[in-house]
């Protein structure tokens, strides 16, 4: 080696070491306090009425009327510390993760088929774990798996995004089997929103909008295949959605009741804890259609607090988003927010009937300690985006 090759190699390594240094003191930076003030308050008003939600269903069980709440704030507590241990380390480490979690998650789906390994509850086979204490589901791991791969791969491929060999064909494989292995569940609620983040991500990524509209297109005509001829209780469903009084003590049971909860809180509502649909009238009070409960307790007014409020967390994070430091970190952020906003449109979608039912949970409201864990995880990578956002341009 050269006297001069020595001294370039020497300058590239200074350069680089000059770059790690620069990204580490950037790294250290202030979180997104708005945001982060949003996640707290929409997890501390989801606990107030969860409790409210709960209790009574508790008390009927012969179980202590703080039951779900005390469950419910130990991963509260352990999602607020994983959110600000997550939010200090630098999100490009998590590249090196993203192709081993995909893996994981598949593998974790495919667990269930197993017979006697996965948990089934309501004709569902969605949970891995131990008894009925230890549990988690798979799909919650999945939906970051997709976010986090998605974003890594897209952000390298730049204009290859607009080819059908590079920017479709991989992702509509991924999700194809994820999906497959998510209706074997079955799990409708589950597979729509991984398939549409993972289409909104490839679409942030540059695909053209005939893709975007052949793709939606296509999942729509399969999500109806799916809910009318491989869903138990699939055209029941459909049936229902158009008019759950025809069989509003059977099938259509449920949204009657969720109707009613919502018509009884009016303007200002009955009053924080003074529902009268949770006392064993609504079925899944204090987990799919806690909702419901805020409307009657809160009324119109507080119910609408509560979406703006919501609407404010996404908006935010897409604002993080527009002002991320790269394009990883820009889907990074695109991606668990999208995750939030579809999960809100969903839940509530159903609980007013504006959408067909497909048992999905409201984010930071129903009940489900790993669902928490896992979204205020996330809420942890867009915090830790927020530390390297771009600095504002003067003047």
């Known amino acids: 080696m050269t006297w001069a090759e020595l001294q370039e190699q020497r300058r590239r390594r200074a350069e680089k070491q000059r770059r790690e240094e620069e990204l580490r003191e950037i790294a250290k930076g202030p979180v997104d306090l708005p945001f982060l003030l949003l996640v707290c308050l929409l997890t ?22 703080t039951y779900y709440l005390t469950r419910q704030g130990v991963f509260a507590i352990m999602g607020f510390c994983a959110m600000l241990f997550i939010s200090k380390i630098n999100y490009r480490r998590f590249r090196a993760f993203s192709k081993l979690l995909l893996l994981v998650a598949i593998v974790l789906l495919a667990m269930l088929m197993i017979p006697g390994v996965g948990l089934t509850r309501n004709n569902a086979t969605r949970w891995l774990g131990v008894g009925e204490l230890l549990t988690f589901q798979p799909s919650e791991i999945a939906k970051f798996a997709v976010v986090l791969y998605f974003s890594d791969t897209i952000s390298q491929k730049k204009d290859k995004m607009r080819t059908i060999r590079y920017g479709i064909l991989p992702y509509v494989l991924i999700l194809g089997v994820i999906a497959a292995l998510m209706m074997w569940q079955p799990h409708l609620s589950g597979t729509i929103l991984i398939l549409g983040t993972g289409a909104i991500l490839m679409f942030a990524g540059g695909i053209r909008w005939i893709w975007v509209i052949a793709i939606g297109g296509g999942a729509a005509v399969i999500a109806y295949l799916l809910i009318t001829g491989v869903i138990p209780y699939g055209e029941d469903r459909i049936a229902m959605w158009f008019d759950p009084w025809i069989d509003s003590q059977g099938a259509g049971y449920q949204m009657v009741q969720s109707l009613i909860a919502i018509g009884s809180g009016g303007l200002l509502g009955t009053g924080l804890g003074k529902s009268r649909q949770k006392f064993l009238y609504l079925p899944e009070e204090h987990n799919d259609m806690i909702f419901s409960i805020v409307c009657e307790e809160l009324g119109l007014v507080g119910a609408c607090i509560i979406l703006l409020l919501f609407a404010a967390l996404i908006i935010r994070g897409y604002w993080i988003s527009l002002h991320a430091r790269d394009r990883f970190g820009s889907l990074l952020v695109v991606g668990c927010i999208s995750l939030i906003a579809m999960q809100v449109f969903l839940n509530v979608g159903v609980v007013t009937g504006l959408l067909p039912a497909t048992g999905i949970s409201l984010p930071f409201f129903s009940y489900g300690g ?10 942890g990578v867009v915090l830790s985006v927020s530390r390297q956002m771009k600095p504002p341009k003067n003047g």
């Open 44 to 65: 501390g008003i989801g606990l107030i009425m969860l409790f409210s939600a709960s209790f009574p269903r508790a008390y009927y069980d012969g179980l202590s009327p």
């Open 370 to 379: 790993t669902a928490l864990l896992i979204q205020m995880a996330e809420m």
